[in-house]
């Protein structure tokens, strides 16, 4: 693929971007993707991108290689910039829409999608809610006055560590379900969700959906219940009381 001169303007990197992402920033910064001669499809092999969209971008080889997980081998789980990175290839790998905050300082105003993992919810240098439930940028809230919510994202890093991602992550989605389904089947009588609301107001007064302010309100509680789904000892414990059906239930 042959190279072509670099933009005018630098295009500045944004860690674990989506191919597709930066791809639509360069273009946007050359006006018109075919003026790139990049062109990708399913067959594309993905390294073949990458030292013309460097020479393009005006930036080096290995720092874009570092910074989108489309470029990082698959078997280089263990080399320095990949440990503990998302992997693109696997279908655990989220794409979200990354903190707001974060693309700012690094000068990007334009919409930057990120490759992340499950325990990835919010963003604790800016105190934003980054995770599920979001669409856009523009959805991030702000849970600074949520402290536990703000804690409850170490909690989940550490329960990867203890557990294991593969352990936590499939027990996560049974956490949700089980503390969402109590919203849906009762009322609720202390008006916690539109207490939330208010505290989650922005700064222009807008309050957050109801399906995002009961992901937010409640994730300390899913976070801790995940971690209890993950680990062995509450089972030992059931079966030694022999009331396994009922806690089942």
Wanted: charge should be positive; charged fraction near 25%; glycine fraction near 4%.
């Amino acid at each position: 693929m042959p190279l072509r001169p670099p933009l005018p303007h630098t295009v500045p990197l944004f860690h674990n971007e989506t191919l597709d992402s930066f791809l639509h920033r360069v273009a946007a910064a050359d006006q018109l993707l075919p003026l790139l001669k990049i062109r990708r499809t399913k067959k594309t092999p993905v390294n073949t991108l990458l030292e013309p969209l460097a020479a393009a971008a005006g930036v080096r080889r290995r720092a874009l290689e570092l910074a989108l997980p489309e470029f990082l081998d698959a078997d280089a789980v263990d080399k320095p910039g990949t440990i503990g990175r998302p992997r693109s290839a696997l279908r655990t790998a989220i794409q979200r829409p990354a903190c707001r905050r974060c693309r700012y300082a690094a000068g990007i105003t334009m919409p930057v999608t990120c490759w992340t993992t499950h325990d990835h919810n919010i963003r604790l240098r800016h105190h934003l809610w980054i995770g599920d439930g979001l669409t856009t940028a523009d959805e991030q809230v702000d849970i600074s006055r949520l402290p536990d919510t703000l804690r409850a994202q170490r909690h989940h890093r550490n329960l990867v560590a203890r557990h294991g991602r593969r352990w936590v992550r499939n027990a996560y989605p049974d956490a949700r379900k089980i503390y969402f389904t109590w919203p849906q089947q009762s009322a609720d009588p202390f008006d916690l969700l539109d207490t939330a609301r208010h505290i989650l107001n922005d700064d222009t007064g807008t309050a957050p959906s109801p399906d995002l302010t009961l992901t937010v309100v409640f994730h300390p509680q899913v976070v801790t219940l995940a971690g209890l789904l993950a680990g062995q000892e509450w089972e030992h414990r059931a079966v030694a009381t022999g009331h396994v059906t009922w806690l089942a239930e």
